[in-house]
């Protein structure tokens, strides 16, 4: 059952990949992969909440929470194609917009990831510990 539910989970997470990268393409943007980016981004912050929400909720099946995390985030982002990209402008010349795509990517992601743990979290009330 599991190994369905990732496979169906993945092909899903890879269709919306692909769609959102043809949304916005590079060429669009200067040639900067502000699609990946997104893609890379918004990945980051669903991991967190669906890693914090699934662990808050233990009645949800483990197969369904392998099935969201390594099968649709887990395809939908890309950390390959981040390193083609990189490649890429490098061998164009752009390594300054090649350092920005790399630093925007690991702290865009670290700070979207907070952002979905921190989105997940329940609300506190004021004078409750």
């Known amino acids: ?30 040639g900067f992969p502000l699609g990946t980016l997104f893609i890379n981004w918004t990945g980051s912050f669903l991991l967190s909440w669906f890693t914090v929400m699934f662990t808050r909720r233990p009645a949800w099946p483990p197969w369904l929470k392998t099935a969201v995390t390594t099968g649709f985030v887990g395809s939908y982002t890309t ?5 083609v990209e990189c490649v890429e402008l490098m061998e164009q010349g752009r390594f300054g917009m090649a350092a920005v795509y790399i630093a ?19 609300e506190r009330k004021e004078g409750i510990g």
């Open 104 to 122: 925007a990517s690991l702290f865009g992601g670290l700070l979207a990831s907070w952002a979905g743990y921190a989105a997940a979290q329940p």
């Open 79 to 83: 950390f390959s194609t981040l390193s």
């Open 1 to 30: 059952m599991v190994y369905l539910a990732v496979g169906i989970a993945g092909m899903i997470g890879a269709l919306v990949r692909y769609g959102l990268g043809l949304v916005v393409p590079a060429a669009a943007v200067g």
